[in-house]
Protein backbone atom coordinates (compact mmCIF):
# COMPACT_ATOMS: atom_id res chain seq x y z
CA UNK A 1 0.00 0.00 0.00
CA UNK A 2 1.37 3.38 -0.60
CA UNK A 3 1.13 4.63 2.95
CA UNK A 4 3.24 2.18 4.16
CA UNK A 5 5.70 2.76 1.48
CA UNK A 6 5.20 6.44 2.17
CA UNK A 7 5.31 6.38 5.95
CA UNK A 8 8.34 4.35 6.26
CA UNK A 9 10.39 6.19 3.94
CA UNK A 10 9.39 9.76 5.98
CA UNK A 11 8.43 9.03 9.86
CA UNK A 12 9.54 5.45 10.87
CA UNK A 13 12.14 3.49 11.32
CA UNK A 14 11.81 0.14 9.69
CA UNK A 15 11.01 -1.59 13.21
CA UNK A 16 8.16 0.62 14.02
CA UNK A 17 7.21 0.21 10.02
CA UNK A 18 6.57 -3.93 10.72
CA UNK A 19 4.40 -3.12 13.54
CA UNK A 20 1.85 -1.05 11.24
CA UNK A 21 -0.78 -2.97 8.41
CA UNK A 22 -1.06 -1.08 5.22
CA UNK A 23 -4.98 -1.07 5.21
CA UNK A 24 -4.81 0.93 8.33
CA UNK A 25 -1.80 3.26 8.54
CA UNK A 26 -2.15 7.11 8.07
CA UNK A 27 0.06 8.67 5.52
CA UNK A 28 2.18 11.00 6.39
CA UNK A 29 1.59 14.51 7.42
CA UNK A 30 3.01 17.04 5.17
CA UNK A 31 5.71 17.14 2.47
CA UNK A 32 7.51 19.35 3.93
CA UNK A 33 7.95 17.46 7.60
CA UNK A 34 11.24 17.60 8.83
CA UNK A 35 13.95 14.05 8.44
CA UNK A 36 14.08 14.27 12.56
CA UNK A 37 11.03 12.37 12.23
CA UNK A 38 12.49 9.71 11.11
CA UNK A 39 14.36 8.85 14.13
CA UNK A 40 12.07 10.26 17.00
CA UNK A 41 10.76 7.63 19.43
CA UNK A 42 6.88 6.83 19.67
CA UNK A 43 6.19 9.27 22.64
CA UNK A 44 3.69 7.83 24.83
CA UNK A 45 0.13 8.10 24.62
CA UNK A 46 -1.64 11.25 26.76
CA UNK A 47 -5.25 10.06 26.09
CA UNK A 48 -6.17 13.88 27.13
CA UNK A 49 -4.79 14.45 23.79
CA UNK A 50 -4.93 13.32 19.73
CA UNK A 51 -2.70 10.57 18.81
CA UNK A 52 -0.32 11.45 16.28
CA UNK A 53 0.00 9.30 13.23
CA UNK A 54 2.10 6.90 14.89
CA UNK A 55 -0.05 6.15 17.98
CA UNK A 56 -3.53 6.43 15.47
CA UNK A 57 -4.01 2.63 14.96
CA UNK A 58 -3.59 1.33 18.41
CA UNK A 59 -5.90 4.39 19.83
CA UNK A 60 -8.45 3.45 17.66
CA UNK A 61 -8.11 -0.23 18.42
CA UNK A 62 -8.33 0.83 22.37
CA UNK A 63 -11.28 3.04 21.83
CA UNK A 64 -14.61 1.84 23.50
CA UNK A 65 -16.74 4.57 21.78
CA UNK A 66 -19.31 3.82 19.42
CA UNK A 67 -17.95 4.79 15.53
CA UNK A 68 -19.55 3.80 12.30
CA UNK A 69 -19.43 4.58 8.99
CA UNK A 70 -22.26 6.12 7.26
CA UNK A 71 -23.06 7.28 3.54
CA UNK A 72 -24.34 10.67 3.28
CA UNK A 73 -26.16 11.71 0.47
CA UNK A 74 -25.48 15.08 -1.94
CA UNK A 75 -28.29 16.45 -3.66
CA UNK A 76 -26.66 16.66 -6.75
CA UNK A 77 -26.80 12.24 -6.47
CA UNK A 78 -23.72 10.46 -7.32
CA UNK A 79 -21.90 8.82 -4.77
CA UNK A 80 -22.33 9.40 -1.22
CA UNK A 81 -19.79 11.17 0.43
CA UNK A 82 -18.14 8.21 3.52
CA UNK A 83 -17.94 9.21 6.56
CA UNK A 84 -16.82 8.00 9.64
CA UNK A 85 -19.44 8.81 12.62
CA UNK A 86 -17.97 8.51 16.53
CA UNK A 87 -20.32 9.55 19.52
CA UNK A 88 -19.70 10.29 22.98
CA UNK A 89 -20.56 8.70 25.78
CA UNK A 90 -23.40 11.26 27.70
CA UNK A 91 -26.80 11.08 28.44
CA UNK A 92 -27.13 15.07 26.82
CA UNK A 93 -27.21 15.79 23.48
CA UNK A 94 -24.35 16.52 22.09
CA UNK A 95 -22.61 19.24 19.84
CA UNK A 96 -21.39 18.23 16.42
CA UNK A 97 -17.63 18.38 15.16
CA UNK A 98 -16.91 17.90 11.51
CA UNK A 99 -13.58 17.34 10.82
CA UNK A 100 -12.40 18.00 7.77
CA UNK A 101 -9.52 16.15 6.44
CA UNK A 102 -5.69 16.76 5.86
CA UNK A 103 -4.36 15.82 1.52
CA UNK A 104 -4.36 12.50 3.66
CA UNK A 105 -7.68 12.33 3.22
CA UNK A 106 -9.67 9.75 5.47
CA UNK A 107 -6.69 8.21 7.24
CA UNK A 108 -6.87 6.45 10.26
CA UNK A 109 -5.27 9.52 11.73
CA UNK A 110 -8.03 12.08 11.35
CA UNK A 111 -10.39 9.15 12.43
CA UNK A 112 -8.20 9.42 15.53
CA UNK A 113 -8.95 12.88 15.99
CA UNK A 114 -12.44 12.28 15.56
CA UNK A 115 -12.64 9.21 18.08
CA UNK A 116 -10.78 12.15 20.66
CA UNK A 117 -13.21 14.38 20.28
CA UNK A 118 -16.04 12.22 21.07
CA UNK A 119 -13.91 10.93 24.36
CA UNK A 120 -13.95 15.00 24.98
CA UNK A 121 -17.98 15.03 24.84
CA UNK A 122 -18.65 15.71 21.10
CA UNK A 123 -20.28 13.78 18.24
CA UNK A 124 -17.44 13.41 15.21
CA UNK A 125 -19.04 13.44 11.70
CA UNK A 126 -15.55 12.77 9.55
CA UNK A 127 -15.78 12.87 5.61
CA UNK A 128 -13.88 11.72 2.89
CA UNK A 129 -14.57 14.56 0.99
CA UNK A 130 -12.54 12.69 -2.68
CA UNK A 131 -15.40 10.08 -2.24
CA UNK A 132 -16.52 8.68 -5.65
CA UNK A 133 -13.28 10.41 -6.97
CA UNK A 134 -10.77 7.61 -6.90
CA UNK A 135 -11.17 5.07 -9.47
CA UNK A 136 -13.89 2.48 -9.40
CA UNK A 137 -16.03 5.65 -7.60
CA UNK A 138 -13.79 4.65 -4.64
CA UNK A 139 -12.26 7.50 -2.14
CA UNK A 140 -9.06 7.36 -0.43
CA UNK A 141 -9.24 3.88 0.38
CA UNK A 142 -9.05 3.07 -3.34
CA UNK A 143 -6.13 5.56 -4.27
CA UNK A 144 -3.00 3.72 -4.41
CA UNK A 145 -0.14 6.67 -3.69
CA UNK A 146 -0.11 9.64 -1.98
CA UNK A 147 0.45 12.07 -5.14
CA UNK A 148 -2.87 10.12 -5.71
CA UNK A 149 -5.20 11.09 -3.46
CA UNK A 150 -3.31 14.30 -2.66
CA UNK A 151 -4.07 15.20 -6.10
CA UNK A 152 -7.76 14.21 -5.67
CA UNK A 153 -8.14 16.43 -2.42
CA UNK A 154 -6.22 19.40 -3.93
CA UNK A 155 -8.24 19.04 -6.90
CA UNK A 156 -11.46 19.79 -5.36
CA UNK A 157 -12.90 22.74 -6.48
CA UNK A 158 -14.34 25.82 -3.84
CA UNK A 159 -17.58 24.61 -4.75
CA UNK A 160 -17.42 20.95 -4.83
CA UNK A 161 -15.63 21.07 -1.24
CA UNK A 162 -18.55 23.57 -0.11
CA UNK A 163 -21.10 21.84 -1.87
CA UNK A 164 -20.22 18.51 -0.12
CA UNK A 165 -19.41 20.00 3.24
CA UNK A 166 -23.18 21.38 2.86
CA UNK A 167 -24.49 17.43 2.98
CA UNK A 168 -22.64 16.75 5.69
CA UNK A 169 -23.29 19.62 7.69
CA UNK A 170 -27.28 18.96 6.60
CA UNK A 171 -26.63 15.49 7.71
CA UNK A 172 -24.49 16.16 10.88
CA UNK A 173 -27.40 19.00 12.48
CA UNK A 174 -30.25 16.05 12.00
CA UNK A 175 -28.47 13.34 13.95
CA UNK A 176 -30.99 12.47 16.67
CA UNK A 177 -28.03 12.51 19.21
CA UNK A 178 -27.51 16.20 18.39
CA UNK A 179 -28.25 19.29 20.18
CA UNK A 180 -28.44 21.37 17.04
CA UNK A 181 -25.26 23.13 17.25
CA UNK A 182 -22.35 22.89 14.66
CA UNK A 183 -18.46 23.17 14.17
CA UNK A 184 -16.08 22.71 11.87
CA UNK A 185 -12.39 21.30 12.57
CA UNK A 186 -9.49 21.27 10.23
CA UNK A 187 -5.74 20.66 9.51
CA UNK A 188 -3.66 22.17 6.77
CA UNK A 189 -5.61 21.81 3.69
CA UNK A 190 -8.91 20.90 6.13
CA UNK A 191 -8.39 23.90 7.89
CA UNK A 192 -8.08 26.74 4.99
CA UNK A 193 -11.15 24.42 4.13
CA UNK A 194 -12.52 24.79 7.88
CA UNK A 195 -12.37 28.96 7.47
CA UNK A 196 -13.96 28.98 4.53
CA UNK A 197 -16.56 27.46 5.00
CA UNK A 198 -17.61 29.74 7.97
CA UNK A 199 -18.03 32.28 4.73
CA UNK A 200 -19.83 29.80 3.40
CA UNK A 201 -22.05 28.64 5.81
CA UNK A 202 -24.31 31.08 7.90
CA UNK A 203 -25.75 28.32 10.10
CA UNK A 204 -21.90 27.19 11.38
CA UNK A 205 -21.49 28.03 14.67
CA UNK A 206 -17.63 27.40 15.23
CA UNK A 207 -14.48 27.19 13.37
CA UNK A 208 -11.36 25.62 14.13
CA UNK A 209 -8.26 26.15 11.79
CA UNK A 210 -5.18 24.38 12.70
CA UNK A 211 -2.29 25.71 10.24
CA UNK A 212 -4.75 26.22 7.72
CA UNK A 213 -4.91 29.55 5.58
CA UNK A 214 -7.26 32.58 5.64
CA UNK A 215 -10.04 33.29 3.48
CA UNK A 216 -9.72 36.77 1.55
CA UNK A 217 -10.10 39.57 3.90
CA UNK A 218 -13.54 40.73 1.90
CA UNK A 219 -15.11 37.62 2.22
CA UNK A 220 -14.45 38.01 6.19
CA UNK A 221 -18.25 40.20 6.74
CA UNK A 222 -19.86 37.19 5.93
CA UNK A 223 -18.76 34.81 8.78
CA UNK A 224 -21.09 34.31 12.05
CA UNK A 225 -19.29 31.38 13.37
CA UNK A 226 -16.60 31.88 16.34
CA UNK A 227 -12.93 31.57 14.64
CA UNK A 228 -10.02 29.73 16.16
CA UNK A 229 -6.81 29.58 14.88
CA UNK A 230 -4.05 26.95 15.89
CA UNK A 231 -0.70 27.73 14.13
CA UNK A 232 3.13 26.51 14.49
CA UNK A 233 5.46 29.49 14.81
CA UNK A 234 7.78 27.81 11.95
CA UNK A 235 5.16 27.98 9.32
CA UNK A 236 5.69 31.22 7.73
CA UNK A 237 3.47 30.56 4.32
CA UNK A 238 0.22 29.50 6.55
CA UNK A 239 1.01 32.65 9.06
CA UNK A 240 1.15 35.71 6.76
CA UNK A 241 -2.22 35.05 5.95
CA UNK A 242 -2.92 35.12 9.90
CA UNK A 243 -2.52 39.06 11.04
CA UNK A 244 -5.14 40.51 8.35
CA UNK A 245 -7.71 38.25 8.82
CA UNK A 246 -7.09 38.84 12.51
CA UNK A 247 -7.23 42.86 12.32
CA UNK A 248 -9.97 42.56 9.62
CA UNK A 249 -12.18 39.85 11.48
CA UNK A 250 -11.51 42.51 15.05
CA UNK A 251 -12.41 45.50 12.47
CA UNK A 252 -15.62 43.51 11.62
CA UNK A 253 -16.41 42.67 15.85
CA UNK A 254 -16.03 39.44 14.87
CA UNK A 255 -14.70 36.46 17.13
CA UNK A 256 -11.17 35.23 15.77
CA UNK A 257 -8.74 34.00 18.33
CA UNK A 258 -5.43 32.96 16.91
CA UNK A 259 -2.79 31.57 18.87
CA UNK A 260 1.14 30.73 17.74
CA UNK A 261 3.12 27.87 19.35
CA UNK A 262 6.53 28.41 18.87
CA UNK A 263 9.19 26.16 17.25
CA UNK A 264 6.24 23.62 16.07
CA UNK A 265 6.12 23.51 12.48
CA UNK A 266 3.48 22.60 9.87
CA UNK A 267 1.03 19.86 10.73
CA UNK A 268 2.56 19.36 14.33
CA UNK A 269 -0.86 17.48 15.05
CA UNK A 270 -0.31 14.73 13.29
CA UNK A 271 3.82 14.43 13.85
CA UNK A 272 4.09 14.94 17.03
CA UNK A 273 7.24 12.89 17.49
CA UNK A 274 9.17 15.05 14.64
CA UNK A 275 10.31 17.92 17.35
CA UNK A 276 9.73 18.87 21.33
CA UNK A 277 8.13 21.78 20.22
CA UNK A 278 5.18 19.79 17.76
CA UNK A 279 4.17 17.96 21.17
CA UNK A 280 4.23 21.32 23.16
CA UNK A 281 1.93 22.90 20.45
CA UNK A 282 -0.46 20.07 21.05
CA UNK A 283 -0.63 19.79 24.82
CA UNK A 284 -1.23 23.77 24.42
CA UNK A 285 -3.68 23.54 21.48
CA UNK A 286 -5.84 20.69 22.34
CA UNK A 287 -7.45 22.29 25.94
CA UNK A 288 -7.81 25.88 23.87
CA UNK A 289 -9.91 23.79 21.37
CA UNK A 290 -11.89 21.93 24.40
CA UNK A 291 -12.68 25.24 25.60
CA UNK A 292 -13.83 26.74 22.40
CA UNK A 293 -16.29 24.10 21.27
CA UNK A 294 -17.59 24.09 24.61
CA UNK A 295 -18.57 27.49 24.88
CA UNK A 296 -20.05 27.47 20.86
CA UNK A 297 -21.30 24.24 21.12
CA UNK A 298 -23.81 24.17 24.21
Not at 111 to 138: C, E, H, T, Y
Not at 224 to 239: M, P, S, T
Request: charged fraction near 20%; charge should be neutral.
Amino acid sequence: MWNVLLTSAILMTPAMASAQTPQTQAPPAHVHETPAAAQAAPLPRDENLPPSQDQAKAALEKSTRHGEYVDIKLPSGGTPIRAWVVYPERKEKAGVVIVIHDIGGLSDWIRGVGDQLARDGFIAVVPDLVSGKAPNGGGTEATSSRDEVSKLVRGLTPEEATARLNAVHDYAAKIPAANGKTSTLGFCWGGAQSFSYAVAQPELDAAVVFYGTSPETADLAKIKAAVLGLYGGDDARVNVSVPPAEAEMKKLGKTFEAHTFEGAGHGFTRSQEAREANFKAVQQAWPKVLAFLRKHLK
